[in-house]
């Protein structure tokens, strides 16, 4: 297994602008304009196409993937008659060109820039017909995609570039509250989680024996090594949070660990900062020596046929689930159908959502602005 660079694990500029509206691939999600249009709390929506379908692995294409739908779509499939119109047209690409929040992390997992090995795929994507018979329609639209693989523990535990500190004093840390300096819950369990999934795969302790130790993301370090490193203003570290990997890689943050039952109860880690929002999109189990993992995060996409056929595949077997349906009135999200199907980890999932919903607006605007025009 190829070592992963110093004090990074790559991800991409986040939050990439908006861009104007097309239809397939839609998420519920998308279109919530009230208050009272809650993803958890509102009426359940009513179920009207399932499929399933295997993707040809997936190819880079730019700064995205795109991922063939196999021969044999429509042999198991009951296909909307619009969809398979634009299936058997060639448009059978599904090409993911932004990331939402830390999802480009998907880039370097698929690069086989970090640790996390994929073994299976899965894509899935979900339509409210609602949007349709309103006129509402999107150029991108968001789809979650799914990693999955295992490693050996030791693997983890090298090539996180977790360090503990010897000898260091805790009482110089100066005016800075770490992970608490967080402006919003959802940032504070999502890089919270970070935290917690790293240290117990450097640690080996993922399971609920972890509950004997608590991890404290209570500052951040920069420096270009252990001897050097330096506390930094919260603001500094926060800001880099949505900036490039390369930009984020001097920043590590630093960790206090608590173990009630163990001499010294109080021991020091540092983590790379990409490793953190990384692993925030993780979650694991252990069995058999190994740590098997998954990863989650949105996408931008839509379907179509690139003008030259992407060639530089990674093989994989993609499961590809589409869904549509039909949320009631004032029930933008719908509720339940749509928490159950889609169940992301990713910053809590509730952020990822939001930033779903505020390039919605923004690309209703655009296409009023034209029209104006």
């Keep these: 297994m190829a070592a992963v660079p110093?004090?990074?694990?790559?991800?991409?500029?986040?939050?990439?602008?908006?861009?104007?509206?097309?239809?397939?691939?839609?998420l519920a999600a998308t279109f919530g304009c009230r208050k009272d249009d809650d993803l958890y709390y509102a009426d359940a929506a009513k179920p009207l196409v399932y499929?399933?379908?295997?993707?040809?692995?997936?190819?880079?294409?730019?700064?995205?993937?795109?991922?063939?739908?196999?021969d044999g779509y429509d042999a198991t499939n009951k296909i909307p008659a619009k969809l398979k119109k634009r299936l058997d047209a060639g448009q059978r690409w599904i090409v993911l060109k932004e990331p939402i929040v830390f999802s480009g992390a998907a880039r370097w997992i698929l690069a086989g820039r970090t640790p996390f090995k994929v073994t299976s795929a899965s894509l899935m994507s979900a339509h409210d017909q609602r949007d349709d018979s309103e006129g509402k329609k999107m150029p991108l639209a968001p789809?979650?995609?799914?990693?999955?693989?295992?490693?050996?523990?030791?693997?983890?535990?090298?090539?996180?570039?977790?360090?503990?500190?010897?000898?260091?004093?805790?009482?110089?840390?100066?005016?800075?509250?770490?992970?608490?300096?967080?402006?919003?819950?959802?940032?504070?369990?999502?890089?919270?989680?970070?935290?917690?999934?790293?240290m117990g795969l450097a640690t080996g302790?993922?399971?609920?024996s972890s509950g004997q130790s608590s991890y404290d993301f209570v500052a951040a370090l920069k420096g270009d090594s252990v001897d050097n490193f330096v506390v930094v203003p919260d603001a500094e570290w926060i800001a880099a949070i949505d900036k490039t990997a390369e930009e984020r890689r001097p920043y590590r943050a630093l960790i206090r660990r608590y173990r009630s039952s163990v001499e010294p109860r109080v021991t020091w880690f540092t983590v790379p900062l990409n490793v953190v929002l990384l692993c925030s999109q993780i979650t694991v189990e252990p069995s058999g020596g190994r740590f098997h993992w998954t990863w989650e995060g949105f996408w931008m996409g839509k379907l179509m046929k690139p003008a030259t056929a992407p060639t530089d595949n990674i093989a994989l077997r993609v499961r590809i689930v589409y869904q549509e349906y039909e949320s009631r009135k004032r029930r933008r999200r719908g509720g339940d159908y749509l928490s159950s199907f889609f169940d992301p980890v990713t910053r809590?999932?509730?952020?990822?959502?939001?930033?779903?919903?505020?390039?919605?607006?923004?690309?209703?605007?655009?296409?009023?602005?034209?029209?104006?025009?």
Excluded at 6 to 26: W, Y
Excluded at 161 to 171: A, H, K, M, N, Q
């Design 143 to 198: 789809a979650l995609l799914v990693l999955k693989g295992s490693l050996p523990a030791k693997a983890a535990q090298d090539e996180l570039l977790i360090s503990r500190l010897r000898d260091f004093d805790g009482s110089s840390l100066g005016d800075v509250r770490g992970i608490k300096a967080l402006k919003t819950e959802t940032d504070r369990v999502a890089v919270g989680r970070g935290v917690e999934t790293a």
């Design 205 to 208: 302790r993922v399971d609920n």
């Design 6 to 26: 110093r004090n990074a694990i790559p991800d991409s500029s986040l939050l990439a602008l908006s861009r104007l509206a097309f239809i397939p691939l839609l």
């Design 348 to 373: 809590s999932g509730k952020t990822a959502l939001e930033e779903i919903a505020r390039r919605t607006a923004n690309a209703a605007r655009a296409k009023e602005s034209t029209k104006e025009d």
């Design 51 to 70: 499929m399933e379908v295997e993707g040809e692995g997936i190819a880079r294409l730019g700064d995205g993937f795109a991922i063939r739908i196999a």
